[in-house]
């Protein structure tokens, strides 16, 4: 073996987003959760991670970059997933460069990664990307991407389920992005994590009219990390243990009819209770964990407003919409002005009526943040979300659209508003025409969609370390 050549492997991976939350661990070290979650895998061209992998002789020790910074690779989960890693790697031949690694060399050979986020560098992302962990990038984990590039780079036979179970020793949620479209996070019976994996339950293209967008919520506080979270959750919260037990094993085999089904209904009201009761399990933890902020909360009550307003029906229901914008005004009076959903505003006689009559368009989900993931049923329903969206929460005076609205544009055109200039002269939502508006709340929002799984890059220019020497470009 020549001591110069440098061996490299790059891959494209997504993240997702969970519908049904994983929120707890039976198994601190191999990262063993207290109950099945659900996710969706976002499309890699609005946000993914780009990793590069390689191998040398002349590399002295394990390195890796992430976001061009060097980090430790001594912590346990890192090493865990490499030794892992390593143990399944196998021979491997460069004929071309004459290269061969014996399965016994990987033992000794030193590897380099560096990973790259491609979500925007806007406020409130780059600057906090400890905030944005929940969203994104595990940065707490080692990422299921170099699992993924390091088992393509040693030849490692294992399967994309297979390979989940070692990425989920890097970080849990992050095992669900090994596919593309909706995947399941089993979480297994064995004491050893071997049965606790990702599969596949459809791919990206069974349900494509679906639009997700992503309010990116600009203040924050200093949050929980989710491990702690969870830690803290698993020790303090009684209503963590009921949930694992009695609610997600029914709500997991109604949430996979409903994906099967394409039944947006019933998959927006699950997605939604499983939200809440997530963060009512935060709630429910000593010292309690709060990830919503009012930002948040009234991203929450945009849905429900429009929730009862949207298609409500039958016109013999009440005085349905005199009726209901009375009280969605004074919801959101008593929101701004108290913070809160006053008592007098809650008809349940009412709410239950009008839930059961309307078309659902959008679903609601938070993960240990602040920020709002919502599911649009079509791009008809994304089109009506963004002018709301827009309208309440326009960008500070100094930011553009283009530079407000990232991802997937194309839904601008269909809401009317390709080439706005001013977002502050957008006509109110029929709903609610005097709400107060909140410019600045939300640093930018990113319209995506389901997507596919991770991906081997051909393209050598794509690589983020130099092939000469192994190092980032
Ligand atoms: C709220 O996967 O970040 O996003 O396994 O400790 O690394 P660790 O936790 P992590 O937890 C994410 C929790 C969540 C819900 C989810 O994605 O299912």
Redesign the pocket.
């Known amino acids: 073996m020549g001591e110069k050549w440098v061996l490299m492997k790059t891959a494209q991976t997504p993240t ?3 519908v ?4 707890g ?1 039976r198994d601190e070290t191999l ?1 063993l959760p207290v109950n099945d ?1 659900i ?1 969706v895998t976002l499309d890699p061209a609005h946000l993914c991670t780009t990793t590069t992998v390689a191998v040398s002789p002349a590399f002295q020790q394990d390195r890796m970059w992430l976001n061009g910074k060097e980090m430790s690779l001594s912590g346990g989960r890192y090493q865990n997933c490499l030794r892992e890693i390593r143990k399944r790697a196998r021979e491997v031949e460069d004929k071309e460069r004459g290269i061969k690694i014996e399965k016994k060399d990987w033992e000794k050979l030193h590897l380099h990664i560096a990973s790259y986020n491609n979500f925007p560098t806007a406020a409130g992302l780059a600057s906090s990307a400890a905030g944005f ?2 969203l994104v990038y ?1 940065t ?2 080692f990422g299921f991407d170099a699992v993924f590039a390091l088992a393509k780079l040693m030849n490692v036979s294992e399967d994309e389920s297979q390979l989940s179970a070692i990425s989920r020793q ?5 095992c ?1 992005s090994l596919f593309g479209g909706f995947v399941k996070w089993i979480m297994g019976k064995e004491d050893d994590g071997s049965d606790s994996l990702a599969v596949q339950l459809v791919d990206e293209k069974h349900w494509e009219d679906l639009f997700i967008i992503i309010a990116v919520v600009s203040s924050r506080q200093k949050e929980t ?3 702690s979270g ?1 830690r803290e959750s698993v020790e303090t919260s009684s209503l963590l243990q009921h949930r694992a037990k009695e609610v997600v094993p029914k709500r997991t085999i109604q949430m996979e009819e409903a994906i099967q089904n394409r039944d947006f209904a019933s998959f927006a009201k699950l997605a939604c209770a499983d939200s809440n009761q ?1 963060h009512a399990v935060c709630l429910d933890t000593l010292p309690p964990i709060f990830y919503m902020n009012d930002t948040s909360h009234r991203q929450v009550l945009i849905y429900i407003c429009w929730f009862l307003l949207g298609d409500v029906g039958e016109k013999n229901m009440y005085k349905t919409k005199e009726v209901l914008i009375e009280m969605v005004k004074s919801w959101l009076w008593d929101i701004v002005v108290l913070g809160s959903i006053p008592v007098k505003s809650r008809d349940m006689n009412l709410w239950r009526t009008t839930s059961q009559k309307s078309v659902i368009e959008v679903a609601y989900t938070f ?2 943040g602040p920020n709002a993931v919502l599911i649009a049923r079509d791009r008809k329903a994304a089109a009506q979300l963004i002018q709301r969206l827009l309208f309440y929460f326009p960008p500070k005076s100094d930011t553009d659209l283009d530079s407000y609205l990232l991802g997937d544009k194309t839904i601008l055109k269909d809401a009317g508003l390709e080439g706005l200039k001013d977002v502050e002269a957008l006509s109110p939502p029929p709903e609610n025409g005097s709400a107060q508006k909140y410019p600045g709340d939300v640093s930018d929002f990113i319209c995506t969609r389901p997507g596919k799984g991770p991906i081997l890059l051909s393209n050598d220019k794509l690589a983020l370390l130099e092939p000469e020497t192994g190092l980032p470009k």
């Open positions: 997702n987003i969970a049904i939350k994983y929120w661990k990262i979650s996710s962990a929940c595990r707490n984990g890097g970080s849990g949620s992050a669900r990390s989710s491990t969870m997530f993960d240990a």
